[in-house]
């Protein structure tokens, strides 16, 4: 895991743990997760998504943590200036190879880009009927098999932005940047909400066989940025499929099938070199 919080729960766990960033990364391709977790390389190069993404969560981040305790957003300048000094201080300490995308080109473009989708995001965010109950919330959760066995695993991860609505039910809002639209069946495909309702439910936030209501909420990387919303829900079933699909993928690392995948994921890939010298 990669979040603070996440590190400090588990920190002093004895339990092997495996998170959902590791599961999506085995199914993308299993050899990258072998370079990644198992050999643990050092990067070869790195994207610019890499860092923008973490910089637009962070400002993300502080603007609704800062509605939760004070009952009033951080201001927009303030989100901008924590955005600006997270990428540019990422980019000074990063001596690997960036890879620009063509929407930014360099890292001035990169900053103005993020610049306007966070305007975008400030202008258009409506929480009208919700109240926060978490921001960044990190989560832990034994994973069973789909049959009701329990693993020597636990499964980790961090949930985005936890909402509930006027009627007491929660809403799992999960933050993504993206040049293309969603199409709907991808949303509803999504296997990290999947994993989300999996860890809310055993951490008893919802009843175990209640649907869980989750919402993608994506700014677009537009010459005018705009902030997109995505409904779609995840039931007891969908959370039965995944611990089936979870099990599957620690089966596949136990046994040590790791084969490489050619997919879009490899224009952003770490281990080039690694993959075509394998």
Not at 13 to 29: A, D, K
Not at 180 to 195: G, H, L, R
Not at 210 to 216: D, E, H, L, S, T
């Amino acid at each position: 895991m990669t979040r603070t919080q996440a590190i400090h729960l588990l920190k002093d766990s004895p339990q092997l743990h495996i998170s959902y960033s590791q599961i999506f990364t085995y199914l993308g391709c299993s050899l990258k997760y072998k370079f990644q977790y198992v050999e643990q390389r050092p990067f070869e190069r790195i994207s610019s998504n890499l860092f923008f993404g973490s910089a637009i969560h962070i400002a993300l981040e502080r603007f609704y943590r800062t509605w939760k305790e004070k009952g009033t957003p951080e201001t927009l300048m303030n989100i901008t200036e924590l955005f600006c000094d997270s990428i540019n201080t990422d980019l000074d300490n990063n001596d690997l190879p960036v890879l620009f995308k063509r929407e930014a080109p360099d890292r001035d473009d990169l900053i103005q880009m993020g610049m306007a989708m966070l305007e975008a995001f400030y202008e258009n965010i409506d929480l009208n009927g919700y109240q926060i109950v978490d921001v960044e919330l990190p989560l832990a959760a034994t994973l069973y098999t789909d049959t009701g066995v329990p693993t020597d695993f636990k499964l980790v991860g961090v949930i985005d932005l936890l909402l509930m609505d006027k009627n007491q039910e929660l809403l799992v809002v999960d933050h993504k940047t993206a040049a293309q639209t969603k199409s709907q069946d991808a949303v509803d495909n999504d296997f990290q909400f999947a994993s989300y309702a999996y860890v809310l439910s055993s951490n008893r936030y919802t009843f175990p066989t209640a649907p869980v209501k989750c919402r993608m909420d994506v700014l677009r990387k537009l010459k005018k940025p705009k902030l997109e919303h995505y409904q779609t829900i995840r039931t007891a079933q969908d959370r039965k499929r995944f611990a089936k699909i979870a099990n599957a993928v620690l089966t596949g690392i136990d046994n040590k099938v790791f084969i490489p995948n050619r997919s879009w994921l490899c224009s952003d890939c770490q281990f080039t070199s690694a993959c075509a010298n394998w």
